[in-house]
């Protein structure tokens, strides 16, 4: 079985409320985190998803117009450069929070997973729910 078969899918996207989802799906990152001292002064594999509940507007086909996925990625990409953490629930609270900070997103799902901390298992992590 694969991580992603045991993870439930959301259902996100509503037209009724207009309501778009934006993902990121399986984001690999080599990261400084983790609280030990053997995580200290190396990176380790991590593995991120972010689902996005975002309020739809015209587009008029536009990426100024839209939550951009790559601006998202670019993002996580930065928080993990900025330093060590020891916690994936910090790196996730932080993915959530500049998520949130755009307008258009009502609420920010994050996981975050480390790929290699323990032997037997495929991934350990956590995953949040942040709204405004």
Known sequence: MTHSENVTPLKIADAARAIRHVF??????????????HEHGRTQPIRVNVDLTVSEAAHSDKL????????????????????????????????????????????????VEKLAAIPEAASVGVEIERAK
């Open 24 to 37: 990121v799906r399986d984001l690999s990152l080599e990261a400084h985190i983790g609280v030990y001292a």
């Open 64 to 111: 100024a117009n839209v939550v951009c996925y790559e601006t998202v990625v670019n993002e996580i990409k930065a928080l993990v450069a900025a330093g060590h953490l020891n916690l994936v629930e910090t790196l996730a609270e932080q993915i959530a929070t500049q998520c949130l900070a755009d307008p258009r997103v009502i609420v920010a799902r994050i996981r």
